[in-house]
């Protein structure tokens, strides 16, 4: 009877190596589990970084690349094309990026009005110009936007205006492109800022409205600071995208005429794959990243919350 009770709990209790097991097991669960996501994000991500990091360093001539330091970042400050296309770019940014975020504030308030009907209506008509492919809504403007049988040019021909060099002019080219860009953004950021708006308490302005505060002053004193994470987070994302911005100046004018609407992204693009100079395409992209990191810094710095 002894011996029996014995085996029978000598078989009760596990061994210690085997009671490890499981909490093994559910260790390591989670990080097989991330593993593929890992593993893609490594072979697409972080290796296409670094090997473009490696080519920024080489120059390619006879088919062969030479390894020549930190002469493509030098020759950046002596390339009067990648000036042109830093100073066409900063020019986006700095004009077209305020103008297309004060409207979609605007919108943003007016979609919040309980006096607006339709609402959904109205809020799914300004997001739908951002579905739209850039590569196709890029060849729309170009037709809308041709000198010779444009619909617009058409139209102003009806009030007895001259016909309108939209892509072939220097200043015109940008415009139009900044028109191409307002349309196709103004309703993305008006909703981001919007579902923000939502979450501002309807106190905060029935307090202002006792306090004696008009439309304006609510606007100033409530909407905007409530907006102010949306703002930032809008400023950042439309900062990072212009500074990127290839699609609509490619699609529409080829960078040009004279080189009016050169971006960084076209003249990357040129030295990539019209000129084949990918060392040289690589430093502009570092170069490029560099410069969106250091305005990301500055956008925080004065935009984020202060503590």
Do not use: C
Not at 25 to 41: E, G, K, S
Not at 122 to 134: I, S
Not at 256 to 265: M, S
């Amino acid at each position: 009877m002894t011996a029996a009770l014995t085996g029978r709990a000598s078989r009760a209790v596990p061994a210690r190596g085997t009671a490890r097991r499981p909490r093994a097991r559910r260790r390591v669960a989670p990080y097989l589990f991330v593993l593929p996501a890992l593993l893609l994000f490594a072979a697409f991500k972080l290796y296409p970084i670094g090997r473009s990091f490696v080519i920024s360093l080489h120059r390619t001539a006879g088919g062969t690349e030479q390894f020549v330091g930190a002469d493509n970042y030098t020759r950046l400050l002596d390339d009067p094309l990648f000036w042109t296309a830093l100073k066409n770019t900063a020019v986006i940014l700095a004009v077209q990026v305020p103008v297309m975020l004060a409207l979609a504030t605007g919108l943003a308030v007016a979609l919040n009005s309980t006096a607006l009907r339709a609402r959904a209506v109205f809020r799914l008509g300004f997001f739908l110009p951002m579905v739209t492919g850039l590569v196709a809504y890029g060849i729309v403007f170009s037709v809308l936007l041709n000198k010779d049988y444009g619909l617009v040019n058409w139209l102003t021909g009806l009030v007895g205006l001259d016909p309108v060099p939209w892509l072939t002019d220097p200043l015109w080219a940008k415009i139009s492109l900044g028109l191409a860009l307002t349309w196709h953004y103004t309703g993305y950021n008006a909703v981001i800022l919007l579902a923000r708006l939502q979450s501002v308490p309807a106190e905060l302005y029935d307090a202002a409205a006792v306090d004696g505060a008009g439309a304006w002053n609510s606007f100033r004193h409530v909407t905007l600071p409530g907006l102010r994470p949306a703002l930032l987070l809008t400023t950042v994302l439309s900062t990072i995208g212009t500074l990127q911005i290839f699609d609509e100046p490619y699609v529409l004018t080829g960078g040009g005429p004279d080189n009016a609407t050169l971006t960084i992204g076209v003249y990357l693009y040129q030295n990539a794959f019209k000129y084949f100079d990918f060392g040289y395409a690589s430093a502009i992209a570092y170069a490029l990243a560099v410069l969106i990191g250091i305005l990301g810094v500055i956008q925080f710095r004065f935009l984020g919350e202060k503590s």
